[in-house]
């Protein structure tokens, strides 16, 4: 039994019982394997009312993480009508977001504050997937005949296709029976067997979830050596006739796939040995590979063959795409070739210039233009630039904004910047010209209509709360003159604002802990906030007895400001650790040596309340219950210690149910009874399972009602995790 605090209620932990709702004789859950047609399991539940809980008291269900940890519970229930019920049964869903072997659950009571010890870890999935999965080469979803051909030395990937976000699940690899390390949606294979996965969903649930695979067969054998003939050219002009790529194993069994740069470019085909790329396809360039398979071959692709254009060469602007050309302006645009001996020529409005053939073009009208560039030699070509556009605005549109994401409060410094600047032509058509315009232009920054010495600028840098304010900008150039859009600018205080705690674990709900901070209060807008929510504005420091995460917002300039969060975590019994079970059973004469961890002070006492250690170890000679307080910092944990001396009886394989107090039960050694990690099953005689439980309490048969005959023969086995450590039969005699 464990208890934590000083209080005088005692709740016990949950035990795992049979669904209700299945009728009579169902053995308990040992796992749960929900999905979304069955959700549905039920614990035990018992507790002391001495004295009762408070009228609003409700009792939670709680659930650890995948390693048992109670650091941030689920709450999988509450109950509200219990508070006068000592044994009740409480009916619980798990979330659908659960996978794992460890979790555990226990029960809290929230008036007075108090936890029940945790249950064993058990198998808990939510099988939320639950068919066939189809694994293919690469994830493809083409099965074909389900073999795989591999060089030696060479590696193929084989992964799931089918299952949704199947990177969020762990998998069960085999090869053949073996089961593989990997636990990933795809395997790296570079040996020969048969392959196949499921989902894993922990030793219990894997098998009712149906997962398991097709088989993919890997086979591996020597590499033909396959190459790409290399032709006479491999540099070609834009539409030039080119010989076809041909591999230099050319045989009409085998199977063929040609790609360029990685991408299929003539499918999977058997015989199809070669592969005619066509040059008046401007992107016929690049690396070419051909990949083999076929019967007795293993699937192998060649080194790459690079085949490039002949003569091809690129052109670039060094002015923006869009202009601004302002009343007896003039401005000059130009390119960059990397064409040999280029010729140019430009155009306006798709009509070529006269005698503009540089590199350079001066223009004052607004048009739009663009340039051909020609390259003679072997590969005569031409190729245009992007064509420019310039534009004579009749008044320019000016957009300043935020240069990060911003809202008010929630920063104590900000830049504002000129994001836009467009163009507006007679028609109200826009342009965005800020490339070309905004390092042109005359600014200047105003604060409530007002100018700011010296911020003539783009930007702005705002960094104090007496900044704050709607800010404006504006622009001139030549004769235009435009103002901005108004941003408002609400920054708060960079003050650090810092609380701390006088405990960060609430012991119960009598011991106070108390939150302060560092900042004077007094006279100040604030608000003390557990779990996000304001609790109170009026406290300087706060005490509480409830575990959450706490954080003081107080308001400067319109703004709150948060300090630091201090997290208080509830007072788990799991922090108090024994190297050796509750129950402890050894040979008269003998002894046992136990050692807590995890707290800060310790005191044993036997079973007459006399302390007898100070220590986190003590060395037991003699059976009966043992106290162990605990201290975690202010709070206490109490643990009991039963020992008892090891039974010398063997464990009977008859009992007679006659109701005369004899024998009557099926009494085992204690070195298996009221173990919490030994589970004990019966069978009847057709191999069916008719009692399953841990921590057996020498009560079974629990009613003689069941036993039809004389003489009833059962099968028990005795598991201790895996293993079964003791297995016989027992004879019941009615």
Same mark, same amino acid.
């Given at each position: 039994?464990?208890?934590?605090?000083?209080?005088?209620?005692?709740?016990?932990?949950?035990?795992?019982?049979?669904?209700?709702?299945?009728?009579?004789?169902?053995?308990?859950?040992?796992?749960?394997?929900?999905?979304?047609?069955?959700?549905?399991?039920?614990?035990?539940?018992?507790?002391?009312?001495?004295?009762?809980?408070?009228?609003?008291?409700?009792?939670?269900?709680?659930?650890?993480? $995948?390693?048992?940890?109670?650091?941030?519970?689920?709450?999988?229930?509450?109950?509200?009508?219990?508070?006068? @019920?000592?044994?009740?049964?409480?009916?619980?869903?798990?979330?659908?977001?659960?996978?794992?072997?460890?979790?555990?659950?226990?029960?809290?009571?929230?008036?007075?504050?108090?936890?029940?010890?945790?249950?064993?870890?058990?198998?808990?999935?939510?099988?939320?997937?639950?068919?066939?999965?189809?694994?293919?080469?690469?994830?493809?979803?083409?099965?074909?005949?389900?073999?795989?051909?591999?060089?030696?030395?060479?590696?193929?990937?084989?992964?799931?296709?089918?299952?949704?976000?199947?990177?969020?699940?762990?998998?069960?690899?085999?090869?053949?029976?073996?089961?593989?390390?990997?636990?990933?949606?795809?395997? @790296?294979?570079?040996?020969?067997?048969?392959?196949?996965?499921?989902?894993?969903?922990?030793?219990?649930?894997?098998?009712?979830?149906? @997962?398991?695979?097709?088989?993919?067969?890997?086979?591996?054998?020597?590499?033909?050596?396959?190459?790409? !003939?290399?032709?006479?050219?491999?540099?070609?002009?834009?539409?030039?006739?080119?010989?076809?790529?041909? $591999?230099?194993?050319?045989?009409?069994?085998?199977?063929?796939?040609?790609?360029?740069?990685?991408?299929?470019?003539?499918?999977?085909?058997?015989?199809?040995?070669? #592969?005619?790329?066509?040059?008046?396809?401007?992107?016929?360039?690049?690396?070419?590979?051909?990949?083999?398979?076929?019967?007795?071959?293993?699937?192998?692709?060649?080194? $790459?063959?690079?085949?490039?254009?002949?003569?091809?060469?690129?052109?670039?602007? !060094?002015?923006?795409?869009?202009?601004?050309?302002?009343?007896?302006?003039?401005?000059?645009?130009?390119?960059?070739?990397?064409?040999?001996?280029?010729?140019?020529?430009?155009?306006?409005?798709?009509?070529?210039?006269?005698?503009?053939?540089?590199?350079?073009?001066?223009?004052?009208?607004?048009?739009?233009?663009?340039?051909?560039?020609?390259?003679?030699?072997?590969?005569?070509?031409?190729?245009?630039?992007?064509?420019?556009?310039?534009?004579?605005?009749?008044?320019?549109?000016?957009?300043? !904004?935020?240069?990060?994401?911003?809202?008010?409060?929630?920063?104590?410094?900000?830049?504002?910047?000129?994001?836009?600047?467009?163009?507006?032509?007679?028609?109200?058509?826009?342009?965005?010209?800020?490339?070309?315009?905004?390092?042109?232009?005359?600014?200047?920054?105003?604060?409530?209509?007002?100018?700011?010495?010296?911020?003539?600028?783009?930007?702005?840098?705002?960094?104090?709360?007496?900044?704050?304010?709607?800010?404006?900008?504006?622009?001139?150039?030549?004769?235009?003159?435009?103002?901005?859009?108004?941003?408002?600018?609400?920054?708060?205080?960079?003050?650090?604002?810092?609380?701390?705690?006088?405990?960060?674990?609430?012991?119960?709900?009598?011991?106070?802990?108390?939150?302060? @901070?560092?900042?004077?209060?007094?006279?100040?807008?604030?608000?003390?906030?557990?779990?996000?929510?304001?609790?109170?504005?009026?406290?300087?420091?706060?005490?509480?007895?409830?575990?959450?995460?706490?954080?003081?917002?107080?308001?400067?300039?319109?703004?709150?400001?948060?300090?630091?969060?201090?997290?208080?975590?509830?007072?788990?019994?799991?922090?108090?650790?024994?190297?050796?079970?509750?129950?402890?059973?050894?040979?008269?004469?003998?002894?046992?040596?136990?050692?807590?961890?995890?707290?800060?002070?310790?005191?044993?006492?036997?079973?007459?309340?006399?302390?007898?250690?100070?220590?986190?170890?003590?060395?037991?000679?003699?059976?009966?219950? #043992?106290?162990?307080?605990? #201290?975690?910092?202010?709070?206490?944990?109490?643990?009991?210690? !039963?020992?008892?001396?090891?039974?010398?009886?063997?464990?009977?394989?008859?009992?007679?149910?006659?109701?005369?107090?004899?024998?009557?039960?099926?009494?085992?050694?204690?070195?298996?009874?009221?173990? $919490?990690?030994?589970?004990?099953?019966? #069978?009847?005689?057709?191999?069916?399972?008719?009692?399953?439980?841990?921590?057996?309490?020498?009560?079974?048969?629990?009613?003689?009602?069941?036993?039809?005959?004389?003489?009833?023969?059962?099968?028990?086995?005795?598991?201790?995790?895996?293993?079964?450590?003791?297995?016989?039969?027992?004879?019941?005699?009615?």
């Amino acid at each position: 039994m464990c208890s934590i605090g000083l209080m005088a209620q005692t709740l016990n932990k949950p035990t795992a019982i049979a669904n209700p709702n299945f009728g009579t004789g169902g053995s308990p859950w040992t796992a749960v394997c929900a999905s979304s047609t069955f959700n549905e399991y039920y614990v035990n539940f018992k507790w002391s009312a001495s004295p009762s809980v408070l009228s609003d008291n409700t009792f939670v269900l709680e659930l650890s993480d $995948a390693t048992g940890s109670f650091a941030s519970p689920t709450a999988l229930t509450t109950v509200t009508d219990k508070n006068s @019920t000592t044994d009740f049964d409480i009916r619980f869903e798990i979330p659908i977001t659960l996978r794992g072997t460890g979790y555990k659950l226990r029960v809290k009571s929230t008036s007075p504050e108090l936890y029940s010890p945790a249950t064993q870890a058990y198998n808990m999935y939510y099988i939320d997937y639950k068919n066939p999965i189809q694994i293919t080469e690469n994830g493809s979803g083409s099965i074909g005949d389900g073999t795989i051909s591999i060089c030696n030395g060479s590696t193929a990937i084989i992964a799931v296709d089918n299952v949704p976000n199947s990177e969020t699940y762990q998998y069960i690899w085999r090869k053949s029976s073996t089961i593989l390390s990997e636990t990933g949606p795809s395997l @790296t294979v570079s040996e020969s067997g048969m392959y196949s996965v499921e989902i894993d969903y922990g030793s219990v649930c894997s098998g009712s979830a149906g @997962t398991l695979s097709n088989m993919i067969t890997v086979e591996t054998g020597t590499a033909l050596g396959v190459t790409i !003939n290399t032709p006479t050219k491999t540099s070609y002009c834009e539409g030039e006739t080119a010989s076809a790529l041909e $591999a230099t194993i050319a045989n009409s069994d085998i199977f063929y796939t040609w790609y360029k740069d990685g991408t299929v470019v003539q499918a999977k085909a058997q015989g199809s040995y070669t #592969y005619a790329f066509d040059t008046n396809d401007p992107d016929f360039a690049g690396a070419y590979t051909v990949k083999v398979e076929g019967d007795g071959i293993c699937a192998e692709t060649t080194p $790459a063959l690079s085949i490039s254009k002949t003569g091809a060469f690129t052109v670039t602007e !060094n002015t923006p795409l869009e202009m601004v050309i302002l009343p007896g302006e003039s401005k000059t645009l130009s390119v960059t070739s990397t064409a040999v001996s280029p010729t140019y020529q430009w155009y306006k409005n798709n009509t070529a210039i006269s005698g503009a053939t540089t590199s350079t073009l001066t223009i004052s009208e607004e048009a739009e233009y663009y340039v051909a560039v020609s390259q003679g030699g072997a590969c005569p070509s031409s190729l245009n630039s992007n064509k420019i556009n310039v534009v004579a605005p009749s008044s320019f549109e000016l957009i300043a !904004n935020y240069t990060t994401t911003y809202s008010d409060c929630d920063y104590s410094e900000i830049v504002l910047d000129v994001a836009t600047i467009n163009a507006v032509a007679a028609n109200g058509s826009k342009t965005d010209v800020t490339a070309d315009l905004k390092a042109s232009m005359s600014y200047q920054w105003k604060k409530d209509g007002t100018a700011v010495s010296g911020a003539t600028s783009s930007s702005i840098s705002l960094t104090d709360i007496s900044e704050n304010g709607s800010y404006q900008i504006d622009a001139t150039i030549e004769s235009f003159n435009t103002s901005s859009n108004s941003l408002p600018v609400v920054l708060r205080s960079n003050e650090v604002i810092t609380i701390e705690a006088s405990s960060l674990v609430a012991c119960n709900s009598t011991d106070f802990i108390t939150i302060s @901070t560092n900042v004077d209060l007094t006279g100040a807008t604030f608000g003390w906030a557990k779990d996000g929510t304001i609790i109170d504005t009026t406290s300087l420091d706060l005490n509480t007895t409830d575990a959450g995460t706490y954080r003081l917002m107080v308001t400067r300039n319109g703004c709150s400001i948060p300090s630091n969060e201090v997290t208080i975590s509830p007072l788990d019994e799991s922090l108090i650790t024994l190297d050796s079970p509750l129950n402890i059973v050894f040979p008269e004469g003998g002894s046992k040596t136990i050692t807590a961890s995890g707290g800060t002070a310790y005191e044993w006492r036997d079973a007459n309340n006399t302390s007898i250690s100070n220590s986190a170890s003590i060395s037991l000679t003699t059976e009966g219950t #043992y106290t162990l307080t605990a #201290y975690v910092g202010n709070c206490v944990i109490i643990k009991e210690v !039963n020992v008892s001396y090891k039974d010398t009886f063997k464990i009977p394989n008859v009992i007679t149910v006659n109701g005369d107090g004899i024998n009557d039960l099926w009494l085992i050694p204690n070195s298996y009874s009221y173990q $919490a990690d030994v589970n004990v099953i019966i #069978y009847n005689d057709k191999g069916e399972e008719v009692y399953n439980v841990f921590e057996y309490q020498n009560n079974w048969p629990e009613s003689s009602t069941g036993f039809t005959s004389q003489n009833m023969v059962f099968y028990y086995k005795i598991k201790k995790g895996s293993d079964t450590i003791k297995q016989g039969t027992i004879t019941v005699i009615k």
